[in-house]
Each structure stands twice: as C-alpha cells, then as structure tokens.
C-alpha cells in the first residue's frame, strides 16, 4: 500500500509514524512546503517571551529522524492539485517545477494558515503573524531591537500570549485591538472580562469593540494603526485575528464554509481513500453532535495517530472532542471543556448554569487562591455539558477533571461525590470542583 501524506507536522508526522510502525510494508511518503517537519508551535510564545531562547528545543524531530523510520519526506514541496479520480496528485518545489504522485490512500493534514485581511496597508515592514519559527524569530527580534510600540490585533488565545511575551520582554507599550466586544472570545463574557483586567493591571492597553481601518507607514515600514475609534502608534504589529484552512488544492471533499475538510469519526472525507487530520479538518464534537472545526494541537495529534490507524485498515472512532483548552495570561490561568453558556444559547439547549467562588486549597495552608468555577448542565437530568475555571493558579489542570466527567456523561450530582483526592497543599477536602457540583442543582 502506498499512503501518501500532506503537510509534515503534528497531524501529518503522527499518521506517518504510526503506520510505519504498525504496517511496516506499507510505503510512506509526506510532501511537506516548508523546509520544517514535527516541530511544536505551541511553543513558540514561551520562545518569544525569552522563557527558552533555543529555537530547536521546539523542532520536536527532524526529517532525517523520520527518513531512518523508512519514511520519505519531500520538503519544499508544496501540494497544488489533487486528482482524486486518477489518485494523483500534483506538488511544486521553490523553483516551480512540478512533479506528481500516485496514492492508494492519502491523507490531508496540511494545517492552518493565519488570517491575512485585506486591509489598507497590511503589507509593511513589522507586520507579523505567529505560525512558524521563522516567525517567532523575526518577532523576537524586532521585538529585542524596538522594545517600543506593540499592537496585537485579535484577543484569543495567540494574541494573549503574545502580550504576556511583550510585558515579559518589557516592551514600552502592548496594546490589544479586538473586534469583538470581548478578548478571549470562546469563553462567556465574565471570563473575557477577568483576562482584560488582568492585561490592564500589567500595563497592556485592551480596546474592544474596535475594528482596524488601517495601517499607517513610513518607506514600508508600519508606524502607526488607525481604527474605527482612534489611532496608535505601531512600531510591530502582530496579527492574530485566527486561521484558515489550508485546503484550496483539493475541490473534491465536503468541506465547511471556511474551507475545514468534513470528516467522519474514523477520519474519512466525504471521497473513498482520502483522509483529513489536524487543524484543516473538523473534529466531531461530543455535546454539539456534528463536525466542528476547533483547530488545536492535542487533535491534530489525536486524529493523526487515528488516521495512520484507519488508513491501514484498523476501524477507529474519534468522536469525544470538547475543545478543551487552556490558557496562562501573565497572573492568571484560564480553562474551558465543553460548551460555555453563550454556546448552549446559540444551540437553543435548556441548559442551567451555576457560577462558584471557592478556593483552591486548605485555608491554613499557605497560599491559596480564589477559584471561579462556571458549570453549565442540562437543565432537566443535570448532565454536566461545559465547564469554565480561572485562578491565580492551580486552575487549569482542573478541566481535565470536568472534561472527563463531561465524557462520561456524569451529572453534577455524581461530579459532587467523585472521589477526588485531598491533602491541605493540594485541596480542600470538598475539592473546588466537588463544591461547584454540589452547588449545580
Ligand atoms: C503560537 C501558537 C500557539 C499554540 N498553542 C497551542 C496550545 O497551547 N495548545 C493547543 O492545543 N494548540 C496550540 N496551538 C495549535 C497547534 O499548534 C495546532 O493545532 C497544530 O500545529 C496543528 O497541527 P497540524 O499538523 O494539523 O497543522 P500545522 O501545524 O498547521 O501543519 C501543517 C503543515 O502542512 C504544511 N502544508 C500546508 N499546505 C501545504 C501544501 N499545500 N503542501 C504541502 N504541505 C503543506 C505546512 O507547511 C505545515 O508544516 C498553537 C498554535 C500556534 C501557532
């Protein structure tokens, strides 16, 4: 069998592995554009931030490593047409020429590009986007070499670490720009809330509700940012305003309106032998019951490793995702699991919500901290369906106690009696997420 692979990152490099591990006879070739495989962009904000200043700490395996594994990886070869009659399909290298190749199966896992409007003067000097280390390497270094103006357009989870990065590198002035009414847009409006003063109380200016017009400059470079409400000076702006699909070479697949390939459970696209991984796909999503596209990197390295299994025969079934996600912004921890209260509204599910202050740990044990803990859950058999939880710290990993509930289908009555461990430094004996249950009636 010949599985042919696009796209040499966590989503495409898991699939690799693990059929070259589980079918060795099978014959494994990934096009990959760029000239980096397997690295982890989930890093590169700490890289930055100054937290590690070893770029190749992040490139998690290199292509020789895969090449001694028996798999073959084309770098510099960029996809530009698949033909999924003929199962051919078609890649050009940086001097434009093209060759083709043949497959029994493929996989799509080509990933995400960030969001690039068209907005007047958006080409110039130090304007940058966070994807790749060449990027964290251009941003760090104009970063060191102004230390003065940044504008970040966009408040989610990118833009919120490359503030934090900012206030670590002391850079004079970071300014966030969001369109919407609130930063970190996935979470409900209390949460979005908390992170804008938590930003503010470090000296990053925060504007909501505002939308970039332009940008201003001087012989290419940008100097200055104008919006809907006013104007900042910019010596870099970073944008991170999301991400599209990278997904244009193919035609062929049922994809969503952004351009995310719909996959089934077992990774399979709407066409025989083609399978999609990763942030270009969708995941199923266990409380919503359809496709979403929720681009993170635990599923592109979750579906990956599922797809290498189902391409070489083995029935899989990926259909517990909840997106969730965690998030440090500068003193304070954030993280979600299922859906949040604005989302249950948009679904039109009667849901209850029950927000709980508490803390963290023993009271007479040094340090501990408040607590939120939001649940949302069914309004009739108490189902729990999201959770949302901030804290100074000891905050995030909490979620993953929610989120295993949320997937064992457990009602708040029954989170309320799960036997959660306790020790005074680590819990109360009521663990937080016990009396957030228990108060969830
Ligand atoms: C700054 C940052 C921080 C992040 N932090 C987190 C986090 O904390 N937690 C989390 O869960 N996720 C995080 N993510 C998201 C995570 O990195 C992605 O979900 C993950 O990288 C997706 O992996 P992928 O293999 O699906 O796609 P990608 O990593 O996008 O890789 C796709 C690959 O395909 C290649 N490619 C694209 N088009 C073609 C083509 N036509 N032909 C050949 N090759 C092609 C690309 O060059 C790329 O190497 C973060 C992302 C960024 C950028």
């Known amino acids: 069998m010949k599985a042919l692979v696009i796209g040499g990152n966590p989503a495409g490099m898991s699939a690799a592995s693990r059929m070259k591990r589980k079918a060795p006879d099978t014959e494994v070739i990934v096009l990959e554009k760029s000239h980096e495989v397997s690295y982890g962009a989930c890093g590169l904000p700490y890289y930055v931030a100054g ?46 020429e093209e060759s083709t190749y043949n ?49 970040i357009v966009g408040g989610g989870y990118i833009g919120l670490e490359i503030a934090e990065a900012c206030v670590l590198q002391k850079v004079k002035s970071v300014r966030i720009v969001e369109a919407l009414d609130q930063v970190l847009n996935v979470f409900d409006e209390e949460f979005g809330q908390a992170v804008k003063d938590e930003l503010e109380k470090n000296d990053v200016a925060v504007c909501t509700g505002e939308r970039v017009q332009s940008f201003e400059g001087i012989d290419g470079t940008v100097t200055e940012i104008v919006t809907d409400k006013g104007r900042y000076p910019a010596d870099i ?10 997904t244009k070479f193919i035609d062929s697949v049922e994809k969503l309106p952004n351009g995310a390939i719909i996959t089934n459970t077992a990774m399979e696209t709407s066409v025989k032998d083609v399978y999609a991984a990763g942030d270009c796909g969708t995941v199923y999503h266990k409380i919503l019951k359809k496709p979403a596209f929720i681009a993170l990197g635990t599923y592109a390295n ?25 998030l440090r912004c500068l003193g304070m921890e954030f993280a979600k699991t299922g859906i949040s209260e604005k989302e249950a509204k948009r679904e039109g599910l009667d849901v209850k919500i029950k927000t709980v202050t508490t803390r963290s740990h023993a009271r007479y044990y040094p340090d501990p901290v408040e607590l939120t803990i939001k649940f949302v859950y069914d309004a009739k058999d108490h189902t729990l369906l999201g959770a949302q939880i901030m804290g100074a710290k000891e905050a995030a990993w909490r979620i993953d106690v929610c989120a295993c509930a949320i997937d064992q289908g457990m009602t708040t009555e ?28």
């Open 51 to 96: 937290l590690n200043d070893d770029l190749d700490r992040i490139r998690i395996r290199k292509a020789p490593e895969f090449e001694k594994n028996g798999i073959s990886v084309g770098l510099g070869q960029e996809v530009i047409a698949v033909d999924t009659e003929k199962k051919i399909v078609t890649a050009k290298n940086e001097q434009g």
């Open 237 to 246: 702006v970073i944008l991170s305003i999301g991400v599209s699909p990278n």
């Open 302 to 326: 979750k579906q990956g490793r599922l797809a290498g299994d189902s391409m070489i025969g083995k029935e899989v079934c990926f259909d517990r995702a909840l997106g969730t996600s965690m």
């Open 414 to 441: 029954e989170l309320g009696y799960l036997d959660l461990g306790y020790a005074p430094m680590f819990a109360g004996v009521w663990d937080a997420i016990g009396i957030a249950a228990n108060a969830s009636k």
């Open 103 to 151: 497959y029994d199966k493929l996989l799509i896992a080509s990933g995400t590009s960030p969001k690039v409007p068209p907005i007047p003067g958006i080409r110039q000097n130090n304007i940058f986007c966070l994807k790749t280390l060449q990027d964290a390497e251009a941003i760090k270094t104009a970063i060191q070499k102004s230390k003065g103006n940044v504008v």
